[in-house]
């Protein structure tokens, strides 16, 4: 396992480092002008070529990365063009404030979509599997927008319940806390709990014919010890997979949510680097999470080897 997770941490740095060049590449191409954005519509062609100059946008563009891979390094990321702050204090506030929304998100994606999923199949065929496959439909059809746009008119307009934008700390209090991520969480989740329930079903539904669960109700093994035991322990294994995947979808799904709740996150601070055309805050926000999603496929592979014992990473298995 050690050895397996050395293997896998150089992994995450190639990948990283292949993602910082194109990532690099990507905003060195975008329209506009950084320095013409930073001093307006008014600035003389001087003052324009001396703040490139002072940037570093006339230098060639490999020794423009290396200064930029290399404050990456260092853990400095660099000073907001617009903001005119160092980048690690703004971003470290609002990957923490995405990060209670996503962990919110997929923990309720995985509790919910896997029992949604076990419930379905033990009752195969039944009203309650045909109602849940019904609802899967449904939610995967529709994109986050659109429940965003459904909860504020319900929960917000008509019942007035929650507060339609903004974040407060738990420092505020608990309840009001709660109020301002119950709506930006079920936004996130619907879909992606669809996406759990219906692959932990068709899993569960594979394993449960399969030789060992039969032999072991044939031994008169409780249901309930077969189905946890035996049956929902393998099933995970493909479910495991698709949560460490559905956590880049998630961070996709987090900038329309954050953008339309106007939650203070990751995908929100990305929105605005974008729409003024701050470099170094779009490059960080999209090394982090790049970061992310490495280290979400990371802790799945690792999950494997404590649902599957026949899985030995880091040697070969015969048989």
Same mark, same amino acid.
């Given at each position: %396992?050690?050895?397996?997770?050395?293997?896998?941490?150089?992994?995450?740095?190639?990948?990283?480092?292949?993602?910082?060049?194109?990532?690099?590449?990507?905003? /060195?191409?975008?329209?506009?002008?950084?320095?013409? %954005?930073i001093? *307006?519509?008014?600035? *003389?062609?001087? =003052?324009?070529l001396?703040?490139?100059q002072?940037?570093?946008?006339? +230098?060639?563009?490999?020794? =423009?990365?290396?200064?930029?891979?290399?404050?990456?390094?260092?853990?400095?990321l660099g000073?907001s063009?617009?903001m005119?702050?160092?980048?690690?204090?703004?971003?470290?506030?609002?990957?923490?404030?995405?990060? #209670?929304?996503?962990?919110?998100?997929i923990?309720l994606?995985?509790?919910?979509?896997?029992?949604?999923?076990?419930?379905?199949a033990?009752?195969h065929?039944?009203?309650? +599997?045909? #109602?849940v496959?019904?609802?899967?439909?449904?939610?995967?059809?529709?994109?986050?927008?659109?429940w965003?746009?459904?909860?504020?008119?319900?929960?917000? *307009?008509?019942?007035?319940?929650?507060?339609?934008?903004?974040?407060?700390?738990?420092?505020? *209090?608990?309840?009001?806390?709660? /109020?301002?991520l119950i709506?930006?969480?079920?936004?996130?989740?619907?879909?992606?709990?669809?996406?759990?329930?219906?692959l932990?079903?068709?899993? %569960?539904?594979?394993?449960?014919?399969?030789q060992?669960v039969?032999?072991?109700?044939?031994?008169?093994?409780?249901?309930?010890?077969? #189905?946890?035991?035996?049956?929902?322990?393998?099933?995970?294994?493909?479910?495991?997979?698709?949560?460490a995947?559905?956590?880049?979808?998630?961070?996709?799904?987090?900038?329309?949510?954050?953008? #339309?709740?106007?939650?203070?996150?990751?995908?929100?601070?990305?929105?605005f680097?974008? /729409?003024q055309?701050?470099?170094p805050?779009? /490059?960080?926000?999209?090394?982090v999470?790049?970061?992310?999603?490495?280290?979400?496929?990371?802790?799945?592979?690792?999950?494997?080897?404590?649902?599957?014992?026949?899985?030995?990473?880091?040697?070969?298995?015969n048989?």
């Amino acid at each position: %396992m050690f050895g397996y997770l050395l293997q896998r941490l150089l992994y995450i740095f190639v990948i990283v480092a292949v993602m910082s060049v194109l990532i690099f590449w990507i905003t /060195q191409i975008m329209p506009g002008n950084v320095a013409y %954005m930073i001093l *307006g519509d008014f600035a *003389g062609m001087d =003052q324009i070529l001396a703040l490139e100059q002072k940037l570093g946008l006339h +230098d060639p563009i490999h020794v =423009q990365y290396w200064r930029w891979a290399q404050g990456l390094l260092q853990f400095d990321l660099g000073d907001s063009l617009i903001m005119e702050r160092p980048i690690a204090p703004i971003l470290f506030d609002a990957i923490g404030n995405s990060a #209670i929304l996503a962990l919110s998100s997929i923990g309720l994606v995985a509790l919910v979509g896997i029992w949604l999923g076990v419930y379905s199949a033990i009752h195969h065929g039944k009203a309650g +599997d045909h #109602i849940v496959s019904l609802a899967t439909y449904v939610t995967l059809a529709v994109p986050e927008f659109f429940w965003c746009v459904l909860l504020i008119i319900l929960f917000v *307009g008509y019942l007035g319940w929650f507060p339609a934008t903004g974040y407060t700390s738990l420092s505020e *209090g608990f309840f009001v806390w709660a /109020q301002h991520l119950i709506l930006p969480v079920v936004a996130l989740v619907m879909g992606l709990m669809a996406h759990v329930s219906r692959l932990t079903r068709s899993s %569960m539904l594979e394993v449960m014919h399969s030789q060992y669960v039969l032999a072991a109700r044939a031994k008169g093994v409780p249901e309930g010890l077969v #189905i946890r035991r035996h049956a929902l322990r393998n099933a995970l294994l493909p479910t495991i997979t698709v949560l460490a995947i559905d956590v880049g979808v998630l961070m996709g799904g987090i900038v329309v949510v954050e953008t #339309i709740f106007s939650y203070p996150g990751l995908g929100r601070l990305l929105i605005f680097a974008i /729409q003024q055309m701050d470099v170094p805050l779009i /490059q960080a926000c999209l090394i982090v999470v790049t970061i992310v999603y490495a280290v979400a496929n990371l802790l799945a592979d690792i999950l494997y080897t404590f649902l599957n014992p026949r899985i030995r990473y880091g040697s070969s298995v015969n048989g």
